[in-house]
């Protein structure tokens, strides 16, 4: 029996990915760097001058977060883009997006000095134009507005769907559920914006969800763009009756006949009868 396996012998991953870069996410990388869980921010550099807010109906005001801040928050997390100034892409022109894209990734990697592989879209349109420029930008994964309210890695990294956004009533069963299942590269990954944990009075809830899934020793803390590189990875192994090769770049991790095996790059390991 064979089973795939994250890094480290890792059954499942976990992430969260959260949108607009805003002063509720102090609050919020706080909790993720207290349990020791993995992030995806993803800003608009083009509202980070101003120090853009508005105030949500609640009277909860969302601020973003200024340059200086942004830096030293989300140190060991991974950044992403979300458009330069978060537009709605319907009835925008090819040349509209491809700015909105390409300036907002030039400038977070001017910012945090690293690639930015990873776009999600802002608000809920997402359309075949939109997939073309994004990939003629270079991201690696584009994440689009719906859930998958399952565990299966999605397999188009374009159209890629996070599991639960985290307004959604199912939150609290699926967090349970996914601590339980033995489903293969089990992936559990929440969408949303941290300002809703205030205007939904939902930090315990949150809090609660990071603390269990921190102390189960199977699932493993990843960024986004981390799962979706070692998924793409896994696409190049080859099985046989006889044997797996590992064709990718990085070492990968099975369970044959109950044991954790590691697989280097370009090497392959027996399986016995």
């Not at 990071?210 to 793409?232: A, C, G, N, R, V």
Request: net charge negative; charged share 30%.
């Amino acid at each position: 029996m064979v089973k795939k396996l994250y890094p480290f012998g890792k059954a499942k991953a976990f992430n969260v990915t959260y949108d607009d870069g805003i002063l509720q996410d102090v609050r919020f990388v706080e909790l993720l760097n207290k349990y020791n869980l993995k992030g995806t921010f993803n800003l608009n550099s083009g509202l980070m001058e101003n120090e853009f807010e508005w105030t949500h109906e609640s009277g909860v005001v969302v601020k973003r977060l200024p340059k200086e801040k942004v830096l030293s928050l989300y140190k060991g997390h991974e950044i992403a883009s979300h458009t330069l100034t978060h537009t709605y892409f319907q009835d925008k022109s090819e040349a509209e997006i491809m700015t909105e894209l390409s300036e907002d990734k030039k400038n977070l990697e001017k910012l945090f000095n690293r690639e930015i592989k990873g776009f999600a879209v802002p608000f809920d349109y997402y359309d075949d134009l939109i997939e073309y420029c994004t990939k003629k930008c270079g991201f690696e994964y584009a994440r689009i507005s719906e859930e998958t309210l399952s565990f299966k890695p999605q397999t188009d990294y374009h159209r890629w769907k996070a599991t639960v956004f985290h307004l959604d009533v199912a939150l609290e069963n699926l967090a349970k559920d996914f601590i339980s299942t033995d489903e293969e590269l089990a992936l559990f990954q929440i969408v949303g914006h941290s300002y809703d944990l205030d205007t939904e009075n939902m930090w315990d809830e949150i809090e609660s969800i990071f603390k269990e899934i921190s102390s189960q020793s199977d699932i493993l803390p990843m960024t986004t763009i981390e799962i979706i590189d070692y998924l793409k990875a896994m696409e190049q192994v080859e099985f046989t009756n006889s044997h797996i090769k590992n064709y990718s770049e990085k070492a990968l991790w099975f369970l044959v006949n109950g044991n954790v095996c590691e697989i280097d790059p370009e090497c392959k390991i027996a399986l016995g009868k």
